[in-house]
């Protein structure tokens, strides 16, 4: 039997018609996206080895869509995506998200989990920014689609060394010599090659190093590393590392009864709430040197209290403010645009210009590569279970307090 | 470096090589009697952690008074393991049971992540900051204690095996299943007790580590292939291979570490494995098969 035809001539019409009124109204598509919220993916290590501070970024997420109200801006509907420590399910969870509709990512803490990341968000053609990762390569690719407002390594080893020797010509007391102990990941590796040409650039940099151990920061058991670092005799420990390690690392510091003039961290860990909560009193003393935020600046002030609000007794971080400072960015960018398309928001994301931000620096602008160069790290200590800025003096609160008190004096 | 310095790490190494040993042990034994390799190993250690944090939070409770109990939770979720999921798929092929312990770790895993979140938890006991000073050798004292815990579990296990009826009869099965059935032994009722006896030795040590160590519910998979790394070496079936290959594994981790770079000392664990195998593929202490 002849296959009869399904189409009739009135449907046919109905057709067309359908395709003029879709096709008719296709430039508004973009303009009234406006009215509803961005669909942002918010890709964190939220298990695995980095699952602490993963959650401690979604903090940051939590109190933004309040602040962002508070500010005039679009709300933005967060799609959630864990990359479980690991950079092949980061790569994957993109991909994921942006099937399922996200328009722009953010992300993702961990500079190898970010760089899967940025290749999905290039390849893709969504805008991408990312939050916390300081390995140099990711922005030096060419990228159209990727943004970092979060200084590099150099930045953030530049500053370290600047502002430590600030805070030893205040305290009059400088060790002489240190260990240098850093996790193997990407953000460790590239700190630690950055490291020692950084230093030769500032001579006045007081102490000498003399070991440097790299270890990994999955271990379960790192008495072996703290061992030969207490085997050197060093007045300081200076450590580039994750949370759970500064945790391990601590205890063993208290066990093999080595307690270190100065704790120097140029990374996460030795501040995370997780690390003061678990450790109390031995918790105090580190200092830092990481991105991190001016006190004296009103939208850091109104983070603060959102986060006061919303998370009693957890002091604000880095995690915090650049995971916020990455969502206001986005938030922004769509406003200018006026539009959800993927390159009408990179390019208002490539003309960011916030001046009232939360981070230590002029605020947030973009260069041609998408790094945001104007933001400074300051040095900050654990004192009482609290977090005090005490260097650079212009973006400080507090005066530091050195040599750290010993373990066994506590 | 010094002498002091050089013997600490060697003892840290023997040290935590007995606990990560007593593990293994739990392997070893399950698969010596079972002939079932036990994927979810590490994942059922990380269980009996976090019942150390449960019983240390609720109750305060030292690991070492829970150490019993513990081990009597994983023994009957080994027991019941074994009579429900595992015995059905006891003349299955192998690949059949592979999956079947796969999925039961993925379940585990995901089931503490449910429950208690990904973060990383501890302990602080009386006795966690605690060393000994031993003539310039300083020794952490939690180590020293899990490790005395060890070796008592592994003697009264070895004991166990050898002086009881039951143990001889548990042995009997490994020998020769057909053998046992034919002189009225009830095969599945022993398995289950084996799959439970190696699930309690894994609730000790879990319970041990808890003094040295954090648990997340990722870990799991880590400790499983530890296990194996030790098993293999030490000899897959052979009770004192699994202390041995422990021993042998911690040791050098330890000293890998100290000597070389510490990022690579998981490498020198695999590296021991694959020293062992050309020369003895039964493992160092296990028994040649024709």
Redesign the interface.
Known sequence: MASKSRISRRTFTAGIGAAGIVAGTAPFNIISAQGAPLKVGVLLP????Q??I??DCQRGVDVTAGLLKDLKLPALQIMNGDT??NVEVARARAERLISDGAQLLVGAFDSGQSTAIAQVAEQRGIPYVINIAAAPPITEQGYKFVFRNFPTAGRILADAFENQIEIFKTTGNAPKTAVFMHV?DTFGTAMQKGFTGVMGKFPATPYKVVET????G????????V??A??TNAEALVMVSR??DA??IT?EL????WSPKAILSMGPGWYED?YIK?LGK?SDGPMHFAPWYDPNKKLAKALDAALAKAHPGINMNTNHVYTFEALLVAADAYKRAGSADPKALADAIRATNIKDNVSHGPGIQFDAKGQNEGLRNSAFQNRGGKLVTIAPATASNAKPEHPMKPYDKR | MTTEVVLKIAISGVLTGLVYGLMALGLSVIFGVVRVVNFAHGEMMTIAMYLVIVFFSALGLDPFIMLVPVSAVLFALGYLMQRAIINPFINRPEHSQFMLLVAVAIVMVNGLLLIFGPDSQGITTSYSFDSFDLGGVIIDAGKVYAAIAALIVAVALFSFFRLTLTGKAIRACADNYNGALVVGLDVKRLYSLTFGIGAACVGAAGTMLMIVTDVTPAIGPAYTLLAFVIVITGGLGSMPGAIVGGVLIGLTEALGGFFFTPSAKTMFSFAILVLVLPFRPQGIMGRKTA
């Not at chain 1, 999955?218 to 590393?225: G, I, K, N, Y």
């Not at chain 1, 208290?254 to 009864?257: E, L, N, P, T």
């Open positions: 939220r298990s695995g080895a699952a602490g993963g959650q479980e420590t193997n151990i790299s270890y990994d999955t271990a379960r058991d790192l008495s072996v590393e061992a030969k207490k085997a949370l759970n945790i391990l205890r208290v066990k093999q009864r997780q678990t031995l």
